[in-house]
């Protein structure tokens, strides 16, 4: 369980350090300036207590389970930035002012990259499973 934590910790900031960069190439910004937060590894790992979800839902429609996965990676959010506040005085990402943003904690336009995200994530969890973990 420990090494699949440093594992999804792992691939979380190298996934968010991917996504930022192409923000910034979208912005016409070809340094492709990324960044991420120490505080997000930690974040990231714990997607190790997903597993069992994606164990008992697997045989749900995939619709279904991503849905349950946007639902779940937007909670896990929300009381990170809210628990990251109260614990340092701001959350690293704040989104006040965006658009459909919830207390600055999360965005909730973000629905469908969190709904992909879940998926891809159960296709991660089986190769980590069957492949990497031994």
Known sequence: MVKRYFIYGTLGWL??????????????QLTLE????????????????????????????????GLVYMCLIFLIEYLAGYFLEALVGRCPWDYSGKH???????RLDYAPVWFMAGLIFEQIHDRIMNEWVR
């Open 15 to 28: 996934i968010e350090v991917l996504w930022t960069g192409l923000g910034s190439l979208i912005k016409g």
């Open 34 to 65: 990324s960044r991420t937060y120490l505080w997000m590894f930690p974040i990231y790992g714990l997607a190790v207590f997903l597993e069992f979800i994606h164990d008992e839902i697997r045989e749900y429609k995939w619709w279904v389970r």
């Open 100 to 106: 459909f943003s919830v207390n600055g904690y999360i």
